[in-house]
C-alpha cells in the first residue's frame, strides 16, 4: 500500500530562520511521482514541485530546495531564511506510475503546518 | 484567470438534502480529479475522469456520492441525501497527460 508520513504536525520558527519539513513515504512502485504543495490560510493547494522516482538530484529554487533520499525513502523540504509569508501548511504527496489509464491520484501526507514569527 | 474553478465556495444544507458542486479545469486539461480534505487532514482522493471517461473511483465514494463529466469539461459532483459526515473541503484538481495537478480553491460543504 502506499502512504505518506509528515510527522511533525507543526513547527514555530522565527523569521530567518531555515526549517526543514519531512517527508516518509511507503511504496511497492519502482516508478513513483513525489510532490509538495502549499496551503495558504486562503485554504487553496499550491503545487511547488514534483519529481520523479528516477531524479534523486536534490533541487533549489530560490528559497526552497528538497531533498530526495531514495535509500531512506524520503524527501524533505527545507525554506532557507523563513517569512511570514510561508506560513501555512505544506503537504507531501505520492503519485503511482501511469499503468493502463490509472490516472496517478494523489496520496498526501497529514500535512505540517508552519508558523513563521516575525 | 485561467485557473481551476469551483462552484459554489461554500454551501450549508440541512442533513438529507441533496447538493451539487460544480468544477471547471484549466481548458487545455483532460483529467480532472475530486478529492475531499476534512480538518486537520490531507486531501483524500475520491474519483478521477480522463476526458468523459470516470477511470478509478475510491472506496470512500459512497453510492450517495455521483460524479459527472459529460463532455470531457466541465464536472459535477453530486451527494444525495447528505449526512453530517459529508462535512468537509471538496477540492477539484486538474492537470494534462504526466502532468501535475493544479486545484481549485475548493467547495465547502457544511450538514446541519
Known amino acids: 500500500a502506499q502512504k505518506v508520513t509528515q510527522a511533525q504536525t507543526e513547527i514555530s520558527v522565527v523569521e530567518k530562520e531555515d526549517v526543514t519539513l519531512d517527508c516518509v513515504y511507503e511504496?511497492?512502485?519502482?516508478?513513483?511521482?513525489l510532490f509538495w504543495y502549499k496551503q495558504p490560510p486562503s485554504g487553496e493547494l499550491v503545487f511547488l514541485i514534483r519529481?520523479?522516482?528516477?531524479?534523486?538530484q536534490n533541487e533549489i529554487s530560490g528559497r526552497y530546495s528538497w531533498n530526495f533520499q531514495k535509500s531512506t525513502s524520503s524527501f524533505n523540504f527545507t525554506i532557507t531564511a523563513s517569512q511570514v509569508v510561508d506560513s501555512a501548511v505544506y503537504f507531501c504527496?505520492?503519485?503511482?506510475?501511469?499503468?493502463?489509464?490509472?490516472?496517478?491520484?494523489?496520496?498526501f501526507g497529514q500535512g505540517t503546518e508552519l508558523s513563521v514569527k516575525p | 484567470d485561467t485557473g481551476v474553478s469551483q462552484d459554489p465556495r461554500h454551501k450549508i444544507t440541512k442533513r438529507g438534502q441533496n447538493v451539487t458542486f460544480r468544477c471547471d479545469p484549466i481548458?487545455?486539461?483532460?483529467?480532472l480529479y475530486w478529492y475531499r480534505q476534512t480538518l486537520g487532514q490531507g486531501p483524500e482522493f475520491l474519483t478521477y475522469?480522463?476526458?468523459?471517461?470516470?477511470?478509478?473511483k475510491s472506496r470512500l465514494l459512497s453510492d450517495r456520492f455521483s460524479a459527472e463529466r459529460p463532455k470531457g469539461s466541465f464536472s459535477t459532483l453530486e451527494i444525495q441525501r447528505t449526512e453530517q459526515g459529508d462535512s468537509a473541503m471538496y477540492l477539484c484538481?486538474?492537470?494534462?497527460?504526466?502532468?501535475?495537478?493544479?486545484f481549485g480553491p475548493g467547495t465547502r460543504l457544511t450538514v446541519t
Open positions: 481548458s487545455e486539461h483532460n483529467r
Open positions: 484538481a486538474s492537470s494534462s497527460d504526466r502532468g501535475e495537478q493544479y
Open positions: 475522469f480522463q476526458n468523459e471517461a470516470q477511470l478509478e
Open positions: 504527496a505520492l503519485s503511482e506510475a501511469e499503468i493502463y489509464n490509472q490516472g496517478g491520484k494523489l496520496i
Open positions: 519529481r520523479n522516482s528516477f531524479d534523486e
Open positions: 511504496t511497492r512502485d519502482t516508478t513513483y511521482y
